[in-house]
């Protein structure tokens, strides 16, 4: 079996966090996706999450090319996470091209293009202009 790893906040949940889950899954066989804790994306990230983590992860958790979800609480563990669930490719969007090749010594590292025109920053900009 194959297993893929990828990292994100998913607040605000749209088509492009939907299409950067399929085409990870698209790499193997079992998808585990790591969903940033809300203290990690406030004291880490100095990000608000509209939603918090529980609903993320459980909306993460829902769909079909989604095998697990466990939590992100820091920038070090991805390497830990790997060997703990034994993955093969650590996949993640293009806008980290290079910020995690030093991972390679432990998987195969894929960086994949973002879905256009199509990001939660966007979203929020567009809910606030539109109400």
């Known amino acids: 079996m194959r297993k893929i790893i990828t990292y994100g ?24 996706v790591a969903v940033s804790t809300d ?8 990000k608000a999450c509209v939603y918090p ?14 095998d697990e979800v466990i939590p992100e609480t820091c920038w070090g563990q991805k390497a830990a996470d790997i060997r703990h ?21 432990h998987c195969e590292v894929v960086y994949l293009p973002r879905t256009a025109g199509i990001s939660s920053t966007g979203v929020k900009l567009e809910v606030k202009t539109h109400h």
Do not use: P, S
């Not at 906040?9 to 585990?32: N, Q, S």
């Not at 203290?39 to 100095?46: A, L, S």
């Not at 669930?85 to 010594?105: A, N, Q, R, T």
């Open 39 to 46: 203290e990690f994306n406030r004291d880490e990230k100095q």
């Open 9 to 32: 906040t998913f607040d605000l949940f749209h088509f492009g966090h939907l299409e950067i889950l399929r085409r990870a899954r698209e790499h193997g066989d079992h998808l585990v």
């Open 85 to 105: 669930h034994g993955i093969d490719v650590f996949v993640m969007g293009d806008d980290w091209e290079g910020e995690f090749d030093f991972l390679k010594e």
């Open 53 to 66: 983590f529980e609903h993320r992860a459980a909306i993460v958790a829902a769909i079909q090319y989604v």
